[in-house]
């Protein structure tokens, strides 16, 4: 079966309004859908490290937030845990890097 690419789920609408006819879709299974999301996120956060922008950044999170509903992960306890790593561990704002023997 020929590989197809995970897209947002208006953009077979988009796509057929603007060409006049529908694309070839499909609706992909679990194991199938776990797979496309994590290369979905992959494929996001390059496109965030070449363009830098709030776009981009968006598409991180839409993508990482599908990830978490496909897992049944709370948005808000994914905050919480962030929130607590934050509290204990710091963030990264001061840049820090740490050699690595």
């Known amino acids: 079966m020929r590989k197809g690419k995970l897209v947002r789920d208006k953009i077979p609408q988009i796509v057929l309004e603007k060409e006049g006819k529908p694309p070839m879709v499909r609706i992909a299974h679990a194991q ?26 968006a598409d991180v999170l839409e993508a990482l937030r599908a ?4 897992h049944k992960i709370p948005w ?4 919480i845990v962030r929130r607590e790593k934050k509290k204990k561990r710091g963030g990264f704002a001061k840049r820090i890097i740490m050699e690595v023997p």
Not at 32 to 52: H, P, S, T, V
């Open 76 to 79: 808000g306890q994914v905050e």
């Open 67 to 70: 990830f978490c509903a496909f």
């Open 32 to 57: 199938e859908y776990e797979e496309a999301i994590c290369d979905k996120i992959i494929e996001e956060m390059q496109e965030l490290r070449g363009a830098r922008n709030a776009e981009e950044a």
